[in-house]
């Protein structure tokens, strides 16, 4: 096979820190090769350094060398492990963004029109192309990032988390899209903590550690399915129902997502909330906080109705945490992020200080007080925002999509949180994980054309 890319990477550092050492990759063409290791050991700065983006797009110090066969260009097309980050917002529709990368090409028109095309089928996102990007969930917005990377049909496809946010029947879509692409030269490097993903697509896969090679091999040989502990629960004394949603109808202008919604979590409950992308999972979290309006039903926790309640008076009962919590975080410090709930809610500076710290080291994170959040990898930000969610001893808890792109460790330091929440209170897991549902929630159900049906999660508890 050819080798469509060859790095040497003898070292690469962001100021003085050196974040990757001796790292050897070569992709022959039309193969998949997969990336892996814990949140840290440097996926994302291999994956960057690849698609030949570290040193001008973003600042960094390359000491090796990085050779790519093909001599067209752009070298390679990239997926951000954020699928924020990938969108110009200079596209006013989806298809519009998806012509901005072959636009700067400057190819004529037509073949412009072909390629968008065959980027949103391949994506599946054609039923995306006349929506605005900004109104997409978090799924869809997945999809379109995939689709502007593969409108610029290069050689080389860097993917990184690219399917952290899909539902396991877009995930299979993916992967049969992935193949295809493979098949026709495409060569790809496919960054992720999804072992059974990697498992079915990659040829090889690199396990990094601490920025280091810890194997380089197929599959089979190299990658091992965490085992995982399950956290014990203590569930609060059961069967009362703590949070009720009765008929609730939410639209955003024309579109109603949820259309008669019920659903009830019982006191010690972590239910799952699972459904395709788009069903209207993170529509139901921002209904309860009261971040949109519902048009009608009822939604109560300990049988006080929150309707009409500003999002500061449901902040007493319910904590949320973004599925893009980068977004929810404003203070200066980790320590006054997870304190600024109990100060809000009326606790004295120290009390705070007390309540967050008891957070932060129930996630691990203690001695994180003093850093900065926007200084912190997404999956930190993310159990830092959990904490910060339970400081203020909210009685219901909803985290949606809480393990996108975590690793086992902070897997295990979610599911611990969970089982801490179901000893007073109740959680909603919103997830495409049925794995780690299934690890963490004794309830699920499915939302699908607006509604929850209950569905059973095999071995539900005991896994
Ligand atoms: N601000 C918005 N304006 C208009 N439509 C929106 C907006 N936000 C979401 N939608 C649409 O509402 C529907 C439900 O979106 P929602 O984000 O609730 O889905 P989800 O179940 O959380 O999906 P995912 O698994 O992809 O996160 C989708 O069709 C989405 O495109
Ligand atoms: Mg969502």
Redo the contacts with the bound molecule.
Sequence with gaps: MTAALRAELERVSYGDRAVLRDVVLEIGQGEIVGVTGPVGSGKTTLALACAGLLGHAVPARIEGKIHHTSLALPVAGYVFDDPLAQLTGLGGTVEEEVAVGPENLAIPRDAIRARVDRALAAADAVHLAQ?LPD??????RQRVALACALALEAPLLVLDEPTA?L?PDATERFGASLRALAANGTSVLLASQDVDLLRALAARVLVLEDGATKAFGRPGDVLVTPAHTSASVEPGARGEPLFEAREVVVS??D?T?LDGLTLDVPLGSATAIL?E???????LARAIMGLVPARGGSISVSGRPLDGLPVHARARHVGLVF?DPSRQLFARTVLEEVAFGPRVLGASRHQAHDRAREALASVELGDLEGVHPGDLAPQTQRLVAIAAAMAARPSVLILD?PTAGQDEGGKRRIAAAIARQRAHGCAMV?T?DLDFARRVCDRAVT?RNGRAASRVLSSAGNR
């Design positions: 929506r109104e997409l969930s978090g799924g869809e946010q539902d955003y202008s579109r997502v459904g992308n788009g069903a209207g999972k993170t529509t599925q999509e919103i495409h939302l």
